[in-house]
């Protein structure tokens, strides 16, 4: 099932939430697809998703949460795959407890217990090119 996602023109955020929250419930694979990496602004993305649909989780089974970046340019060295990377993102490791980066982080982990990320790189960075690809 696809949706058109948060921040529509047309609806307010209440219709977001119960949108959002009856996917949930159809879907065993919540797929949350933005571009580039995983940043503050995303995670308080989710933050307002988890918000909006905690009512979900009350008696049913919250889905696998898979975390798809377009277009994705940073380094991976280091890390095995890209779930390595979300669970870098999201780690609690040296944030203060009382933070909001620390809330939002811990939140997400919580609600989303069964989670992977996939990267999608850019096919080519030549935007003539790309407009032209097959």
């Known amino acids: 099932?696809?949706?058109?996602g948060l921040h529509s023109a047309f609806r307010?955020?209440?219709?977001?939430?119960?949108i959002?929250?009856?996917?949930?419930?159809?879907?065993?694979?919540?797929?949350?697809n933005n571009f580039?990496?995983?940043?503050?602004?995303?995670?308080?993305?989710?933050?307002?998703?988890?918000?909006?649909?905690?009512?979900?989780?009350?008696?049913?089974?919250v889905p696998?949460?898979?975390?798809?970046?377009?277009?994705?340019?940073?380094?991976?060295?280091?890390?095995?795959?890209?779930d390595d990377y979300m669970e870098k993102v999201i780690s609690l490791k040296d944030l203060e407890a009382n933070s909001s980066k620390y809330i939002m982080r811990k939140l997400f982990s919580e609600f989303f217990k069964d989670r992977g990320c996939l990267f999608f790189?850019?096919?080519?960075n030549d935007e003539k090119k790309i407009r032209t690809i097959e």
């Not at 959002?20 to 797929?31: E, P, Y």
């Not at 995983?38 to 979900?56: F, G, Y």
């Not at 949460?65 to 890209?82: A, I």
């Open 1 to 4: 099932m696809d949706t058109e």
């Open 12 to 18: 307010d955020k209440e219709i977001d939430g119960y």
């Open 20 to 32: 959002l929250g009856v996917t949930m419930m159809l879907c065993s694979i919540f797929i949350y």
């Open 36 to 61: 580039g990496v995983i940043d503050e602004k995303e995670l308080s993305e989710m933050t307002a998703v988890i918000e909006l649909t905690k009512w979900v989780k009350d008696g049913n089974v």
């Open 64 to 82: 696998y949460f898979l975390w798809c970046l377009r277009d994705f340019v940073l380094s991976t060295e280091g890390m095995d795959n890209s």
């Open 121 to 124: 790189v850019r096919p080519l």
